[in-house]
């Protein structure tokens, strides 16, 4: 899947460098003070504590919480594939002080495929993207399969045997291997996983051929030698991972997992109360202490903001939706 790449704060000349679209958005002073804030301002996190994305919007949280003077909590509004915790924070007051943290789904995918109470284009007021991950296929290090063209030849000789592993239904890695088998003719089985801690255990434990996730979550399980990664998603190879090729460079261009946590508020929230807030996290973000947690943690902080993230999410909201119709892909 193509997408125009983001600025990444870690890959354009240091952790303290921000695209020119963040830097409007504080003060030189270093703190904004208007009034109509709220004193306590509560994100929505649409899925259960502990995850990749709660631990992001807590680091953050607690940075803002320390420097900027508001109280910031964390609601956990978790259930049906983020759903939830989106459809509340679209019905909040647009006053500043309900701000929703998510991921990809929720805005680019579900609305594809089943009928929603809001409108991902129309219910909100897109913040800021916070951060991105790559992900990578990766098998069992006593897999016979050395490459993404092994596994993908041995899938065409025994269709439906070969399986593959990855949050699901109906997740960015779901859609893109559902890309994948189609570009590629090939007939392997989703195995879905309601988290990539299963997913991968079941790759472990040879339960499956192969898995599809983020990066972070196996790097270390890759360094150890327990796994090996065949392709990543992502537009340019993993830094990390300088000799791994990218799907793009394996032969299918079109497929790219953008595995992004973005920060939205309700429709109609005034302009500068989401420029102030989005001021707020693109300083934390640049916290060379907060960059350096996150970076280890496997994040590319990036601090995408205003109507460039807006037109970001429009551009997947297309991309994702034309790959779900070409792929025939239905909802539950």
């Given at each position: 899947m193509k997408s125009p790449r983001r600025q990444f704060l870690s890959r354009a000349g240091g952790a303290g460098m921000l695209p020119v679209i963040s830097i409007i958005f504080f003060a030189l002073s270093g703190q904004i003070t208007w009034s109509q804030t709220p004193s306590t301002i509560k994100i929505v996190v649409p899925v259960p504590p502990g995850g990749a994305l709660d631990i992001l919007t807590r680091l953050l949280a607690e940075q803002i919480g320390r420097t900027q003077g508001p109280t910031i909590l964390i609601d956990y509004r978790s259930g049906a594939n983020t759903v939830i915790g989106t459809e509340a924070v679209s019905r909040a007051a647009?006053?500043?002080?309900?701000?929703?943290?998510?991921?990809?789904?929720?805005?680019?995918?579900?609305?594809?495929?089943r009928k929603l109470s809001y409108d991902p284009l129309i219910s909100f007021e897109p913040i800021c993207e916070l951060a991105s991950f790559p992900s990578v296929i990766v098998v069992?290090?006593?897999?016979?399969?050395?490459?993404?063209?092994?596994?993908?030849?041995?899938?065409?000789?025994?269709?439906?045997?070969?399986?593959?592993?990855?949050?699901?239904?109906?997740?960015?890695?779901?859609?893109?291997?559902?890309?994948?088998?189609?570009?590629?003719?090939?007939?392997?089985?989703?195995?879905?996983?309601?988290?990539?801690v299963p997913a991968v255990n079941a790759l472990l434990?040879?339960?499956?051929?192969?898995?599809?996730?983020?990066?972070?979550?196996?790097?270390?399980h890759i360094n150890a030698g327990k796994l090996r990664a065949v392709a990543s998603s992502t537009r340019t190879r993993i830094e990390s991972l300088p000799d791994l090729p990218t799907l793009a460079e394996a032969g299918y261009k079109d497929i790219e997992v953008d595995n992004w946590f973005g920060l939205f508020?309700?429709?109609?929230?005034?302009?500068?109360?989401?420029?102030?807030?989005?001021?707020?996290?693109?300083m934390a973000l640049r916290t060379p202490e907060v960059t350096?947690?996150?970076?280890?943690?496997?994040?590319?902080?990036?601090?995408?903001?205003?109507?460039?993230?807006?037109?970001?999410?429009?551009?997947?909201?297309?991309?994702?939706?034309?790959?779900?119709r070409e792929a025939n892909i239905k909802g539950e």
């Open positions: 647009p006053d500043g002080g309900t701000p929703l943290a998510n991921s990809p789904a929720a805005f680019v995918i579900t609305p594809h495929l069992s290090s006593s897999s016979p399969y050395r490459t993404l063209s092994h596994l993908l030849d041995a899938a065409r000789v025994k269709p439906g045997a070969l399986t593959l592993a990855s949050i699901g239904p109906l997740s960015t890695t779901h859609i893109a291997f559902e890309m994948l088998k189609h570009a590629a003719n090939v007939n392997m089985t989703f195995v879905p996983y309601p988290g990539v434990g040879d339960h499956v051929t192969s898995s599809f996730g983020n990066y972070r979550d196996v790097a270390e508020a309700p429709a109609k929230t005034p302009k500068k109360l989401v420029s102030q807030i989005a001021g707020w996290f693109i350096a947690r996150l970076v280890a943690q496997g994040y590319y902080p990036v601090g995408l903001c205003g109507a460039e993230f807006a037109t970001y999410l429009r551009k997947q909201y297309d991309e994702y939706g034309r790959a779900i």
